[in-house]
């Protein structure tokens, strides 16, 4: 099946620096690129949909500005946490679509000191 | 809109037992139906996947899953589960139309497998 990669897998920061995760589609080209966060025991909630080459959908109730969202390849989509907060320790997960189907990242632990 | 319904947050099971976790989808358009499964700290994988055509969907690990249209349901089996199942378990749903590609995911059930 396709490949998709998120890296890092963990990463720990201090209390108001940006974090920036990564998500790449290594084998196919992603018509879109989805975002999800997860909270401990729970299922995934979708913040934002993003397209190649234009502005994410963010759902509602999902900050813009402290979500960031680029989408600057068929490839690669990222996700920047700015001024990030204890509150935004998650997991976070991205996901790339073509076709019917969807496949997604490993995953990135976010824990914010 | 789309909805997903998984009625089990956890289901117990012995090795070797048959096992079945439940879903249950709501939508006024038709839809594609996908099970995945999460192990802890790790992505999605999926399992199966319902598009079309015969009701009964093979996927990997030994699951299947029947499309049931009547019931609006797309449950989850296996005949016998083995440790290395225990895992989250997602349904989703995804409508049949181009002008989206959003999956919706059920709350998720936890399968725990005992020796």
């Known amino acids: 099946g396709a490949v998709v990669s998120q890296h890092p897998s963990r990463v720990i920061c201090k209390s108001g620096t940006s974090v920036k995760i990564e998500c790449r589609s290594l084998?196919?080209?992603?018509?879109?690129m989805f975002w999800y966060r997860q909270f401990p025991k729970q299922s995934l909630m979708l913040m934002a949909t993003s397209n190649e080459g234009s502005k994410a959908t963010y759902e509602q109730g999902v900050e813009k500005d402290k979500f960031l969202i680029n989408h600057a390849s068929l490839t690669l989509s990222t996700l920047t946490v700015t001024s990030a907060h204890p509150e935004d320790s998650s997991f976070y997960i991205c996901?790339?679509?073509?076709?019917?189907?969807?496949?997604f990242g490993q995953g990135t632990r976010l824990t914010v000191v | 809109a789309q909805s997903v319904t998984q009625l089990d947050s956890q289901v117990p099971v012995f090795e070797e037992a048959p096992v079945e976790l439940r879903c249950n989808y709501s939508s006024s358009v038709s839809v594609y139906l996908f099970w995945y499964v999460q192990y802890p700290n790790q992505g999605l994988q999926l399992l199966l996947k319902?598009?079309?055509?015969?009701?009964l969907v093979k996927g990997i690990n030994g699951f299947e899953a029947e499309f049931n249209k009547s019931q609006t349901s797309f449950h989850l089996r296996k005949p016998s589960v083995h440790i290395s199942d225990t895992a989250e378990y997602f349904c989703?749903?995804?409508?049949?139309?181009?002008?989206?590609?959003?999956?919706?995911f059920g709350t998720g059930t936890r399968l725990q497998v005992f020796p």
């Open positions: 996901s790339a679509a073509t076709g019917y189907e969807a496949f």
């Open positions: 989703a749903v995804k409508a049949q139309d181009y002008n989206t590609d959003k999956l919706i």
């Open positions: 319902y598009l079309s055509g015969s009701t």
């Open positions: 084998d196919f080209q992603a018509t879109t």
